[in-house]
């Protein structure tokens, strides 16, 4: 994939199949989210970023006052879309922030899944999931601060024995 950004100009934007953002070969492409965007999924859809060693990068950042939100399209059904998941191949750099992130979960563990790599996840409003609000597996170290999650079928943060979280605070 290369480097694009979703504008509130475009927004909303309907997501109808998985969108992933890695390359095969040369510099992570960027994922770039504007401030207000919204983001509605189709049934079974996700977000991945990174794959294996195929890098890529999310740059969702809104603000206290305009967020970006990702949610269902049509649906207030629980793990309706597969949510947003950072995978090995994620940037380190990667930061969602400031963003609201409703009924997801589906084929995934989490709303936000983080999986051996170390995002930043940062005053996010994650709420009605059908698994985890945020879930945390092999290894993964992310930078939290400011999450609100609430509402979700399981707990708001799991994660499996390998993970350690770098920083939480409330």
Not at 29 to 45: D, R, S
Not at 109 to 125: E, L, R
Request: net charge positive; charged share 10%; hydrophobic share 35%.
């Amino acid at each position: 994939s290369t480097s694009t950004t979703w504008t509130t100009a475009g927004s909303p934007y309907i997501v109808q199949s998985d969108v992933t953002v890695a390359a095969e070969s040369g510099p992570a492409p960027v994922l770039t989210i504007n401030a207000g965007v919204t983001v509605k999924f189709n049934a079974g859809t996700g977000l991945y970023i990174g794959s294996g060693s195929f890098p890529g990068k999310l740059y969702a950042v809104g603000l206290s006052t305009s967020k970006i939100t990702f949610t269902a399209n049509g649906s207030t059904q629980r793990g309706f879309h597969n949510s947003i998941f950072f995978d090995d191949g994620a940037d380190n750099t990667s930061i969602l922030q400031y963003a609201n992130v409703y009924y997801g979960g589906g084929a995934n563990p989490g709303n936000v899944t983080v999986s051996a790599c170390n995002v930043t996840v940062k005053k996010c409003t994650i709420r009605y999931s059908s698994n985890a609000g945020i879930y945390l597996q092999n290894g993964a170290k992310p930078v939290m601060s400011g999450n609100s999650v609430a509402y979700c079928s399981s707990y708001p943060l799991s994660f499996d024995p390998s993970c350690r979280v770098a920083s939480v605070t409330s």
